[in-house]
């Protein structure tokens, strides 16, 4: 079934989207890091992985979708998944031949210049944060196969590919159904910018190394766009606190003062990964306000979204600051009710 | 999990690596001018991972290796000396000059051996972790294998019987991207050897192989979960052999492409290395470049003293043979 012949029809109603191609990135290295070992993380393996790929095809298709386009990474994750559906028109728009985030924030940019009208994401908040980094307001749906998984959906890949299938089709508008997410902005002195989407960390540590965050007496301080204390990682710090939802024009920020207690205004129990949880001291925890400057002096490593990333050195300082300049969140539920509601999938 | 890593740590890492890497260099020069002779497998560009494993074993912990070798073995705590003359078939050498390259062990040091039969290491080292557990010594066997060897099924039965008795083993695999001369996409359906682990019922994880800090983050958490009898980790790093399956320049095949070497010779796991220590002030330039000069030295000294060793004696020719 294909609900393409809808298109035309509900073009007239005021709501309908752009028509265009669904993008599909599938992160070949997410759900495999050392937080399997240290933490109790999520093992993701590639047949599985091209197994969610391809039931998000299978739902879009099934809701209209006609055309994708998608990074071919040297696993074939998301290759050979289409490859079981030879009717479906799909092209690589860019070979994964670094096997590096590299391959993420460059399938983005093809991405955007393609004009897809929606891309999928299957990986964690690390992959969403590369993805953004190549393509900042992009109308996203990320499926979650990540380690830390704030940002991405933990939902049936099925119905999260109907609902990219219905706004690739201009039956829902990205507008309609989607929020942009909030980011944090760095800027690094002397050095290319970078960026977060849930959380940025200052810990005290040297390298980058294995990239886990798992000292948590090296924490300094933790900046944050969501709050939660339903989640996994530093959101769930700051959320077992004060919490901070998604849509609040706020951020949190928090001071720790690792192992010295007599300081700490907040102690709390907090998982920083998945199946690790650890006693945390928070010195101080200010609320403030969208695009207020935030300055962090090195040394130390900046870490976002959960792995650490960058190195700053003695002398050098970041800025950050978080705004409302990110994705295209799609919510799913929203496009299957007003999907539903338009009598799409009527037969 | 503490990931701060000591200064000395660094430097030992470091002083590992810069070791295999002169050795390498030298023995794959020497070979293919003729004075080494058989064929050397040779470990250049894969240093992060002996280096970044090794700080984190004594010489009571076992490790098994390759033919891909050397590497291991200095990391170790090989002497050049007897390496060399191993290499030249000398009865100085670690086999008494009757192994060669791809056979060098030393109990003393806890080389259970290179091995020139793909897969050949994983069921010496689970047979030592078994021992180990037995006894209750507190050792750790680490197994060093590539991407071509996790076929075998050498591997598959090793790592079974130490996902089921959780023994004191961590699998450590190079994957390099070739077995021999034939890419991984050839020989395998898998790009991550890693996630063959769950097969077994031990983790899996994947980590930069070119990174020497990375590696021994990763590697300290598996030695240290073997250690207290957690059971055995399936370690995959991704790494790059910066020269040919044998020797330097090899037999000339077209089945990768200098573009591809040269991309990967930019993560230079040395490089990187040396990059990180100046930046942090661990070292400065000076102090980088007499440890190259210094290791420089001992691999002349390790040559001379291999090219001025007797070859074993022909009488002794069925001494320490096991047939």
Same mark, same amino acid.
């Given at each position: 079934m294909s609900l393409s012949?809808?298109?035309?029809?509900?073009?007239?109603?005021?709501?309908?989207?752009?028509i265009g191609p669904v993008g599909i990135v599938a992160n070949p290295a997410s759900?495999?890091?050392?937080?399997?070992?240290?933490?109790?993380?999520?093992?993701f393996d590639n047949q599985e992985k091209q197994a969610i790929v391809g039931r998000a095809v299978i739902g879009a298709v099934a809701a209209g979708a006609t055309e994708f386009v998608y990074l071919n990474d040297r696993h074939g994750i998301v290759a050979n998944a289409l490859a079981e559906h030879p009717h479906v028109n799909a092209r690589s728009i860019l070979e994964g031949d670094?096997m590096?985030?590299?391959d993420t924030?460059s399938a983005a940019?093809a991405m955007?210049e393609a004009g897809c009208s929606v891309v999928m994401t299957l990986g964690? *908040?690390?992959t969403?944060?590369?993805f953004?980094?190549?393509?900042?307001?992009?109308?996203l749906i990320p499926i979650?196969t990540?380690?830390?998984?704030?940002?991405?959906?933990?939902?049936e890949a099925t119905v999260a590919g109907a609902a990219a299938g219905i706004i690739a089709s201009?039956?829902?508008?990205?507008?309609?159904?989607?929020?942009?997410?909030?980011?944090?902005?760095?800027?690094?002195?002397?050095?290319? *910018?970078?960026?977060?989407?849930?959380?940025?960390?200052?810990?005290?540590?040297?390298?980058?190394?294995?990239?886990?965050?798992?000292?948590?007496?090296?924490?300094?301080?933790?900046?944050?766009?969501?709050?939660?204390?339903?989640?996994?990682?530093?959101?769930?710090?700051?959320?077992?606190?004060?919490?901070?939802?998604?849509?609040?024009?706020?951020?949190?920020?928090?001071?720790?003062?690792?192992?010295?207690?007599?300081?700490?205004?907040?102690?709390?129990?907090?998982?920083?990964?998945?199946?690790?949880?650890? *006693?945390?001291?928070?010195?101080?925890?200010?609320?403030?306000?969208? *695009?207020?400057?935030?300055?962090?002096?090195?040394?130390?490593?900046?870490?976002?979204?959960?792995?650490?990333?960058?190195?700053?050195?003695?002398?050098?300082?970041?800025?950050?600051?978080?705004?409302?300049?990110?994705?295209?969140?799609?919510?799913?539920?929203?496009?299957?009710?007003?999907?539903?509601?338009?009598?799409?999938?009527?037969? | 999990?503490?990931?701060?890593?000591?200064?000395?740590?660094?430097?030992?890492?470091?002083?590992?690596?810069?070791?295999?890497?002169?050795?390498?260099?030298?023995?794959?020069?020497?070979?293919?001018?003729?004075?080494?002779?058989?064929?050397?497998?040779?470990?250049?560009?894969?240093?992060? $991972?002996?280096?970044?494993?090794?700080?984190?074993?004594?010489?009571?912990?076992?490790?098994?290796?390759?033919?891909?070798?050397?590497?291991?073995?200095?990391?170790?705590?090989?002497?050049?000396?007897?390496?060399?003359?191993?290499?030249?078939?000398?009865?100085?050498?670690?086999?008494?000059?009757?192994?060669?390259?791809?056979?060098?062990?030393?109990?003393?040091?806890?080389?259970?051996?290179?091995?020139? @039969?793909?897969?050949?290491?994983?069921?010496?080292?689970?047979?030592?972790?078994?021992?180990?557990?037995?006894?209750?010594?507190?050792?750790?066997?680490?197994?060093?294998?590539?991407?071509?060897?996790?076929?075998?099924?050498?591997?598959?039965?090793?790592?079974?019987?130490?996902?089921?008795?959780?023994?004191?083993? $961590?699998?450590?695999?190079?994957?390099?991207?070739?077995?021999?001369?034939?890419?991984?996409a050839?020989?395998?359906a898998i790009v991550d $050897?890693?996630?063959?682990?769950?097969?077994?019922?031990?983790?899996?994880?994947?980590?930069?192989?070119?990174?020497?800090?990375?590696?021994?983050?990763?590697?300290?958490?598996?030695?240290?979960? /073997?250690?207290?009898?957690?059971?055995?980790?399936?370690?995959?790093?991704?790494?790059?052999?910066?020269?040919?399956? $044998?020797?330097?320049?090899?037999?000339?095949?077209?089945?990768?492409?200098?573009?591809?070497?040269?991309?990967? #010779?930019?993560?230079?796991?040395?490089?990187?290395?040396?990059?990180?220590?100046?930046?942090? #002030?661990?070292?400065?330039?000076?102090?980088?470049?007499?440890?190259?000069? @210094?290791?420089?030295?001992?691999?002349? /000294?390790? @040559?001379?003293? /291999?090219?001025?060793?007797?070859?074993?004696?022909?009488?002794?020719?069925?001494?320490?043979?096991?047939?």
């Amino acid at each position: 079934m294909s609900l393409s012949k809808h298109a035309g029809a509900t073009s007239n109603t005021g709501s309908a989207g752009s028509i265009g191609p669904v993008g599909i990135v599938a992160n070949p290295a997410s759900g495999k890091d050392v937080r399997r070992l240290v933490a109790r993380a999520s093992v993701f393996d590639n047949q599985e992985k091209q197994a969610i790929v391809g039931r998000a095809v299978i739902g879009a298709v099934a809701a209209g979708a006609t055309e994708f386009v998608y990074l071919n990474d040297r696993h074939g994750i998301v290759a050979n998944a289409l490859a079981e559906h030879p009717h479906v028109n799909a092209r690589s728009i860019l070979e994964g031949d670094t096997m590096t985030a590299l391959d993420t924030i460059s399938a983005a940019r093809a991405m955007k210049e393609a004009g897809c009208s929606v891309v999928m994401t299957l990986g964690g *908040d690390g992959t969403n944060r590369a993805f953004t980094l190549g393509w900042p307001d992009a109308p996203l749906i990320p499926i979650s196969t990540g380690t830390n998984n704030v940002f991405p959906n933990m939902g049936e890949a099925t119905v999260a590919g109907a609902a990219a299938g219905i706004i690739a089709s201009g039956l829902v508008s990205v507008a309609e159904v989607s929020r942009p997410h909030k980011l944090i902005e760095v800027s690094i002195d002397g050095e290319r *910018d970078d960026l977060a989407l849930i959380d940025a960390v200052l810990t005290r540590e040297r390298f980058v190394g294995a990239r886990a965050l798992l000292s948590p007496e090296q924490l300094a301080a933790i900046l944050l766009t969501r709050a939660d204390p339903a989640s996994v990682g530093m959101a769930a710090v700051g959320g077992l606190i004060q919490p901070v939802k998604h849509s609040s024009s706020k951020a949190l920020l928090l001071k720790l003062c690792g192992d010295n207690e007599a300081q700490a205004k907040h102690k709390i129990k907090a998982p920083i990964a998945p199946g690790l949880y650890t *006693d945390l001291h928070i010195e101080d925890i200010d609320v403030i306000g969208l *695009d207020k400057p935030v300055i962090w002096h090195g040394p130390g490593v900046l870490a976002f979204d959960g792995e650490r990333e960058r190195t700053l050195l003695p002398n050098q300082y970041a800025t950050l600051k978080v705004t409302r300049n990110g994705p295209k969140v799609v919510r799913i539920s929203k496009v299957m009710r007003k999907a539903a509601a338009k009598g799409c999938f009527v037969t | 999990m503490s990931t701060q890593i000591s200064n000395d740590t660094l430097i030992d890492m470091h002083r590992r690596m810069v070791r295999i890497r002169l050795f390498e260099e030298t023995a794959g020069k020497m070979m293919e001018d003729g004075k080494i002779p058989g064929a050397l497998h040779l470990y250049v560009g894969e240093e992060a $991972v002996a280096g970044g494993v090794m700080v984190h074993l004594s010489d009571e912990d076992q490790i098994t290796s390759t033919h891909r070798g050397h590497g291991h073995l200095i990391a170790k705590g090989g002497e050049f000396d007897q390496m060399f003359a191993e290499l030249y078939g000398r009865s100085t050498g670690y086999c008494k000059g009757k192994g060669g390259s791809m056979h060098i062990s030393n109990m003393e040091l806890g080389i259970l051996g290179a091995n020139g @039969i793909v897969g050949g290491g994983p069921p010496i080292a689970m047979g030592a972790a078994f021992g180990n557990k037995f006894l209750k010594n507190n050792k750790v066997a680490v197994c060093f294998f590539g991407d071509g060897a996790s076929n075998e099924g050498s591997f598959h039965e090793a790592a079974n019987m130490a996902g089921l008795y959780k023994l004191p083993v $961590v699998f450590v695999c190079e994957n390099n991207g070739f077995g021999e001369y034939t890419p991984q996409a050839n020989h395998q359906a898998i790009v991550d $050897v890693a996630d063959r682990a769950a097969g077994y019922g031990m983790p899996g994880v994947i980590v930069d192989g070119m990174d020497a800090v990375a590696v021994y983050e990763a590697a300290g958490e598996a030695v240290d979960r /073997a250690r207290s009898g957690k059971g055995p980790t399936l370690l995959e790093c991704k790494t790059y052999r910066f020269f040919d399956h $044998v020797g330097v320049r090899g037999m000339g095949l077209t089945y990768r492409s200098d573009e591809e070497v040269e991309r990967w #010779k930019k993560r230079d796991p040395i490089l990187l290395m040396e990059e990180r220590l100046l930046e942090q #002030k661990v070292l400065s330039a000076e102090q980088i470049k007499a440890v190259h000069d @210094i290791t420089s030295e001992e691999v002349l /000294a390790g @040559i001379k003293f /291999a090219e001025e060793s007797p070859f074993p004696d022909p009488s002794s020719l069925t001494e320490d043979v096991y047939a």
